[in-house]
């Protein structure tokens, strides 16, 4: 069974703190994404990261797609409440061309 | 352009019935999925569906259905429910299943209550 496991599950910190989610496998993803899911909504694509070593910057987020494609990170500078919520990361297997999804991780920015 | 929608938003079913959700994807998307999200479980690939096409499927029952329309709508169906599908239950469209991204686009998902 193909997995792809994030850490850490829950992370509840104070706003202007730094914190990074991981996202790691043992297989290789040909992409993947990063999804931002608040209560009540669906998922939004944060950002995709294709080629292995990338580094995507979107604002205050940092996405990084390790060298081998197995794994990823997001990493949040100064984080603020509106960054609340809950974090799925979603590869694309090299070898199955499936999407599969981690379990997420939930953050809370507390004020 | 329009997102995802999904209809209905909420839903309160009894155990043993059936239910029978809609989803209509971004103009030009053919890929429909739909995906079973739960506290304890997570997000929970149901199948997807390409131009009419079921292309995957996940490891759900068979009480678990499909079907997707020329325009490209989809629906999935539930029957005998039970209380364990209760969850939201969300669709999502995307370009192309095929290539290497394969990005994709939620709706904002139908709340389920099984009681």
């Known amino acids: 069974t193909q997995l792809l496991e994030q850490s850490p599950q829950f992370l509840s910190i104070q706003e202007g703190e730094n914190l990074t989610v991981y996202c790691n496998s043992s297989s290789v993803f040909s992409s993947l994404q990063w999804y931002r899911q608040e209560p009540g909504e669906g998922p939004v694509l944060l950002v995709t990261v294709v080629t292995g070593g990338e580094v995507k910057k979107l604002k205050r987020l940092t996405f990084q797609f390790g060298d081998a494609r197995k794994d990823s990170s997001l990493h949040i500078t100064a984080a603020q409440p509106g960054d609340t919520g809950l974090y799925l990361c979603a590869g694309v297997t090299s070898n199955t061309g499936k999407l599969i999804f981690g379990q997420g991780t939930t953050l809370q920015v507390k004020p | 352009k329009a997102g995802v929608t999904q209809t209905p938003r909420y839903l309160i079913k009894t155990r043993g019935q059936q239910v029978t959700l809609s989803c209509s994807p971004i103009?030009?998307?053919?890929?429909v999925s739909w995906y079973q999200q739960t506290p304890g479980q997570g997000l929970q690939f149901l199948f997807e569906?390409?131009?009419?096409?079921?292309?995957n499927k996940g490891n759900f029952p068979g009480r678990f259905s499909g079907r997707q329309f020329s325009n490209s709508r989809s629906e999935m169906n539930v029957s005998t429910l039970e209380l364990g599908d209760s969850a939201l239950y969300l669709c999502a469209s995307s370009l192309d299943h095929r290539g290497t991204a394969y990005e994709q686009y939620f709706g904002p998902g139908t709340r389920l209550t099984v009681t």
């Open positions: 103009s030009g998307h053919r890929s």
């Open positions: 569906y390409f131009s009419e096409t079921q292309r």
